[in-house]
């Protein structure tokens, strides 16, 4: 295992604020897949993702969200170089919707004229916006996925209004939704391609 601690939670929004950015979301979210990447990426995506997703951009979550980033990369030890976060995705997942294992990197560079230009993604983050459902379990695994020796971490302790932070090379997948509904806020930080 790369790193001895894969993923840190921290409680960061109350029920309160959950509700408000659920409903902030739901109503200025926009369609779509967001940058020209994403849209390749979410096109591959279509057989192992079912969801319905819309891109968010906002200052004032994304300054609630940044403590616990610097902090979870500082208390772990991880200590990696960040630039920038990207546009935050608003995901719903309905009964039957699912994740299956996926990475949130590559190892290419955001390409030349991207707003992300020369960056990569370093560390992902989901936020439980909900928490009426069953299923939809958030599962990280510990090297590559289906090989018998690794270990598959099922995130249990993740609440609604927690935050769920770790390193964007590790494979990980949303379980079948099995009734309710589950929405969640995720993102990205980018930083220098890894030396």
Not at 9 to 35: A, S
Not at 36 to 50: F, V
Not at 115 to 137: A, C, H, Q, W, Y
Request: glycine fraction near 6%.
């Amino acid at each position: 295992m790369l790193y001895k601690i894969i993923y840190k939670i921290y409680n960061i929004f109350d029920d309160d604020q959950c509700d408000y950015i659920l409903k902030f979301c739901e109503e200025h979210g926009v369609h779509g897949q967001g940058n020209k990447i994403a849209n390749e990426e979410y096109t591959k995506d279509l057989i192992i993702r079912q969801s319905k997703i819309k891109w968010i951009n906002s200052e004032k979550i994304y300054d609630l969200i940044k403590p616990a980033i610097l902090e979870c990369s500082h208390s772990s030890s991880w200590n990696v170089r960040l630039a920038k976060m990207e546009d935050l995705q608003f995901t719903r997942y309905d009964i039957g919707d699912k994740y299956d294992w996926h990475y949130d990197n590559s190892r290419e560079v955001y390409p030349k004229n991207h707003p992300f230009e020369g960056l990569v993604r370093k560390i992902s983050f989901t936020i439980l916006l909900s928490d009426n459902f069953t299923g939809g379990e958030f599962e990280i695994e510990c090297g590559h996925p289906g090989e018998n020796q690794n270990r598959i971490e099922s995130v249990s302790k993740l609440k609604k209004g927690s935050i769920l932070i770790f390193p964007s090379f590790l494979p990980h997948r949303v379980k079948p939704v099995i009734s309710g509904t589950r929405h969640s806020l995720v993102g990205w930080c980018c930083g220098p391609q890894w030396s």
